[in-house]
């Protein structure tokens, strides 16, 4: 079957398959067999994954399971071989398009896709629409807030949800990226002709374009508003912020956080139930370590495992999935793990009111890259950690929930844990904010890092903190993608 007959036929089946009946698919079919068969065939076809097996010593018709396979990573597969050899049969030319990574790491890597590529991550858009939103029976004005032009999130984003239209959803797209002007000024515009409006985007972004809405008088509460974000954790301090400022009672069917990445599309997403969860684990800290085995909240989503089929390999997530560089056991250097749905059914179905639906999918916890943490005192201290005591409903009056921490010296080399946090357009600096602040993380950190409050002496357990005017340059530029880490 050609490339274009193959997407023909994925494109048909997304058209004419019940979502109900695609996200049941994986209680008759095995995950592991096809994640194993998609592992023979890239053995065979894609010319970089055969020097790589080579490389490991490896021989492919000796391969009997996934687990014999090595484990890829950008460093040791992507980065060393042209695109063309990535690709079926060595022909770049068969992928239609190319997307760019938004470069976390610092540097932005090119990713070929072919239309097919789409409709995997378009079942991921029609489960949040559907489930949650409950779009097949409201007029939804579905608001694209990401960087558009050759990044990834904007443009396939818009090519999916344009999928979940065709396929007869009442759902109508708009795109203005990330112009907040824009974004507003066809929200005026346009959101009275709609039963609800569903914004994508970045959380802080999104957060800074409802701030910045109240401020200029937009009404967030004159009809339902819905989130869609991707990109980075945030606590659920800050979900109950943005959903009381948008009117949103219900966070569980009001928002959902997708799992993507450049590498793979979206892998997996947050649905009412894992929400409901994670909401629970927010408020009993100790059952979150016993569940997860660290002092943070990961993100907490569920996939299908025939569409991406996630490992946990030592702490470390792998996972495999067709598309226009096949990626088999690949290491995206995020840490989490894997739970099938029986296990967190039995702890947490009674967080379930009746009329939520609940999906028979396995959970995946992230909890992002590990570099990211700082050492303090041989204390972990992470990101997440930190966002709890920034984004407080009282401060967030003042802040945007945006900071980097970064550990300073004095002039005798004792070191302190410094915290940047960025005021809201019309906020001011002051002493007493900044103390609130610091008391308000300094609280947090000892409520829910256990290592903080053991390793760090008491007297070094409050951070420093600055507190820098909205969008200044050096800590907090606009149009990139926000880093709240300095090592």
């Known amino acids: 079957m050609s490339k274009a007959d193959s997407a023909l036929a994925a494109l048909e089946r997304f058209y004419g398959t019940p979502l109900d009946h695609e996200l049941g698919r994986h209680l008759i079919e095995s995950p592991e067999a096809r994640a194993f068969e998609l592992l023979r065939d890239v053995t065979l076809h894609v010319p970089a994954y055969a020097q790589l097996l080579r490389d490991a010593g490896l021989e492919a018709a000796r391969l009997s399971s996934l687990a014999d396979a090595p484990v890829a990573t950008k460093e040791n597969y992507h980065r060393r071989h042209p695109l063309a050899a990535l690709c079926r049969d060595g022909e770049l030319s068969a992928c239609d398009m190319l997307a760019v990574s938004s470069g976390s790491s610092g540097e932005p890597t090119v990713w070929p896709r072919f239309v097919s590529d789409e409709t995997g991550t378009a079942y991921r858009f029609e489960q949040v629409f559907r489930d949650a939103f409950r779009a097949h029976e409201r007029r939804t004005l579905a608001v694209i807030c ?13 090519a999916c949800l344009r999928h979940v239209a065709a396929k007869g959803y009442p759902v109508t797209l708009v795109t203005p990226g990330n112009q907040k002007t824009e974004i507003l000024r ?42 869609v974000m991707a990109g980075e954790v945030f606590s659920e301090e800050w979900r109950s912020v943005v959903c009381d400022r948008i009117g949103a009672r219900e966070p569980e069917l009001s928002t959902a956080s997708l799992y993507g990445t450049a590498d793979g599309g979206v892998l997996a997403n947050e649905t009412p139930f894992s929400i409901l969860i994670r909401r629970q684990l927010a408020q009993e800290p100790e059952l979150g370590r016993e569940l997860f085995g660290e002092a943070r909240l990961p993100t907490l989503c569920q996939f299908d495992p025939l569409h991406r089929f996630f490992e946990a390999l030592d702490g470390d997530l792998l996972f495999t999935g067709d598309g226009g560089i096949p990626l088999v056991r690949y290491k995206i250097l995020d840490r989490g793990g894997v739970h099938a749905f029986q296990e967190m059914s039995a702890r947490f179905a009674r967080l379930v009111p009746p009329d939520v639906t609940v999906r028979r999918l396995p959970f995946v916890h992230v909890f992002g890259r590990s570099s990211f943490a700082l050492s303090y005192y041989g204390a972990n201290v992470y990101p997440e950690n930190v966002a709890v005591g ?3 409903a009282a401060l967030l009056t003042a802040l945007s929930g945006k900071f980097v921490m970064e550990i300073s010296h004095d002039a005798d080399q004792n070191p302190s844990l410094q915290v940047t946090a960025e005021l809201l357009p019309a906020a001011a600096a002051s002493e007493q904010l900044a103390a609130d602040v610091a008391r308000s993380i300094q609280h947090e950190l000892e409520r829910l890092n256990s290592e903080f409050k053991n390793y760090v002496p008491a007297e070094r357990r409050v951070p420093r903190v600055r507190l820098l005017p909205h969008a200044e340059a050096s800590y907090f530029p606009l149009g990139v993608k926000h880093r709240y880490t300095r090592q």
């Open 390 to 392: 920034v984004e407080q």
């Open 146 to 158: 990401f960087a558009l032009g050759s990044w990834v999130g904007g443009m396939y984003t818009t």
């Open 186 to 227: 066809v929200l005026r515009a346009l959101a009275p002709s709609f039963d609800q409006v569903v914004l994508c985007g970045y959380p802080p972004f999104l957060k800074d374009v409802i701030d910045t809405g109240r401020a200029d008088g937009f009404d967030w509460h004159a009809r339902p508003f819905k989130l």
